[in-house]
């Protein structure tokens, strides 16, 4: 069977790796098309030699059985995203705002998605790397202490 | 040890750094309160590593996503990790105040110089 593949935007290529840990999250049922029984994944093209420190290869894609099945992935990797932050705001709402605040206000704190276990830093280097001594090698989300977001970008520059 | 800057052509204060092992010039924006947030494209073309999404408000108050990596800069003199933001919503890469604690940054338009040094 054919296979479809529809390209990413360079643009959306350092999406890639949370998108990536996104999908390991999500149910069989959702990563595998019902029909055709493919898993639907990202795929990097041809790895390019003598990238230098870029990302070696030029373009990437979904790759799925059909059109219908990277598109449900994709929409389930959305909601999932939207999902995990809501969940981990609400650990700092709930459990978290007490313990930190007012002591570690603008610092930053990474919380690991999956279990819910924070670790405070000045910035986000320092917050991860707490958390990978830990053990914890998942994806992060991180708060500033005290903020609903991680930063501020004041000068309308989007 | 300093870093001297200079005005781009739209009059904007700037930076070169070597950011991972690619020079990147870098708006200097203290209306930014992180270290680092670059274009996706940008991003590409640097060593990174991925820690995870975090969100930042803009100057109209939306909220957008962005996805946080670590990075070694050359700076004053030191190779550091800092963090680096990665992010479709930005145009340009951009250097914010969390870069300038413990920094002295002037600017100055008459004579057309910008320098970051300890303070």
């Known amino acids: 069977m054919d296979k479809v593949k529809r390209r990413i935007k360079p643009e959306e290529f350092t999406e890639i790796p949370r998108i990536r840990e996104i999908i390991k999250t999500l149910p069989r049922e959702i990563r595998v098309c019902s029909r055709h029984g493919e898993e639907v994944d990202i795929e990097l093209g041809e790895l390019l030699p003598n990238q230098g420190p870029g990302v070696p290869f030029a373009e990437a894609y979904w790759v799925g059985c059909c059109d219908e099945a990277i598109d449900r992935v994709i929409e389930a990797v959305r909601k999932k995203t939207l999902e995990l932050i809501d969940r981990a705001k609400r650990t700092y709402n709930d459990e978290l705002a007490r313990e930190l605040e007012p002591e570690h206000m603008g610092e930053i704190v990474a919380i690991e998605l999956t279990t819910g276990d924070h670790f405070v830093g000045e910035n986000e280097v320092a917050a991860a790397d707490k958390a990978r001594a830990a053990g914890h090698q998942g994806m992060l989300y991180f708060l500033r202490v005290g903020s609903p977001y991680a930063h501020r970008l004041m000068t309308p520059r989007q | ?119």
Not at chain 2, 22 to 41: H, K, W, Y
């Open chain 2, 1 to 119: 040890m300093q870093i001297d800057g200079y005005f781009n052509l739209s009059d904007e204060p700037v930076v070169e750094l070597d950011v991972g092992s690619a020079r990147v010039e870098l708006l200097v924006d203290t209306g930014f309160n992180g270290s680092l947030i670059i274009p996706s494209q940008i991003a590409n073309q640097l060593n990174l590593r991925f820690e995870g999404p975090e969100e930042f408000q803009s100057v109209t108050g939306e909220m957008f996503l962005a996805d946080a990596y670590s990075v070694e800069v050359d700076w004053l003199g030191n190779r550091i990790r800092v963090p680096v933001a990665a992010s479709k919503h930005v145009k340009e890469a951009i250097l914010g105040g969390q870069m300038l604690r413990d920094c002295r940054l002037s600017i100055d338009y008459g004579r057309r110089t910008v320098t970051i040094v300890r303070s």
